[in-house]
């Protein structure tokens, strides 16, 4: 069974950064994909930034020359660096482990961005 687990949230001003982890732990096997979502209240849970098994990403309009994913597969950890942020990037922010087409969630960490 994997568990997801993230870390690294917390209050920023704007235009400051923030690094968000998420470790997996347990059978990685058939790993397709690592990724990040967000969401805002009253919103709908939306795709951040996203690595597939083969390194290739991808990255929200809203988020592109800000946010890099990047990876340390040895750790089986994906990481999130957040620059220059926004008050509108405020949300919980939930990792993502696709495994043979399943997707595995951690609990979320809170980022809120002060104007």
């Known amino acids: 069974q994997v568990q997801v687990a993230e870390s690294g949230g917390g209050l920023v001003q704007a235009g400051g950064s923030l690094r968000l982890s998420c470790v997996a732990s347990g059978n990685m096997f058939g790993l397709n994909s690592m990724g990040w979502y967000r969401q805002a209240p009253g919103n709908q849970r939306e795709l951040v930034a996203v690595m597939s098994s083969r390194g290739g990403t991808n990255y929200a309009d809203s988020v592109k020359g800000r946010f890099i994913i990047s990876r340390d597969i040895t750790k089986n950890t994906v990481y999130l660096q957040m620059n220059n942020l926004k008050p509108e990037d405020t949300a919980v922010y939930c990792c993502?482990?696709?495994?043979?087409?399943?997707?595995?969630w951690g609990q979320g960490t809170q980022v809120t961005v002060s104007s």
């Open positions: 993502n482990m696709r495994i043979s087409g399943r997707d595995k």
